[in-house]
Nanobody, 115 residues
């Protein structure tokens, strides 16, 4: 049973930064691509950023140059470093893993960017 737990969300001012973490259990974490999604109020969930098993990242245009993703396979954790945060980055952030034909999701962590 795969379990993903996000943490690190909070309230931050525009231009600030946060680092989110997603800890995985119950999987051979190092083999799988990991993604971060977000869902703002009244909007559909959107893909933000991903990292493959080899550590190669890919980014949505909206966050390229501001967000970075990394992983620590020994800790079974993926990180999302968010810099230069904007009001429109406010959302619940979810990490996701597709393993064995099933997509697993964490419970999400709230990020609020507000002055």
């Amino acid at each position: 049973q795969v379990r993903l737990v996000e943490s690190g969300g909070g309230l931050v001012q525009p231009g600030g930064y946060l680092r989110l973490s997603c800890a995985a259990s119950g999987s051979d974490f190092s083999e799988y691509h990991m993604d971060w999604y977000r869902q703002a109020p009244g909007k559909q969930r959107e893909w933000v950023i991903g990292i493959d098993s080899g550590g190669l990242p890919n980014y949505a245009d909206s966050v390229n140059g501001r967000f970075a993703i990394s992983r620590d396979n020994a800790k079974k954790t993926v990180y999302l470093q968010m810099n230069s945060l904007k009001l429109e980055d406010t959302a619940v952030y979810y990490c996701s893993m597709a393993a064995g034909g099933t997509e697993y999701w964490g419970q999400g962590t709230q990020v609020t960017v507000s002055s």
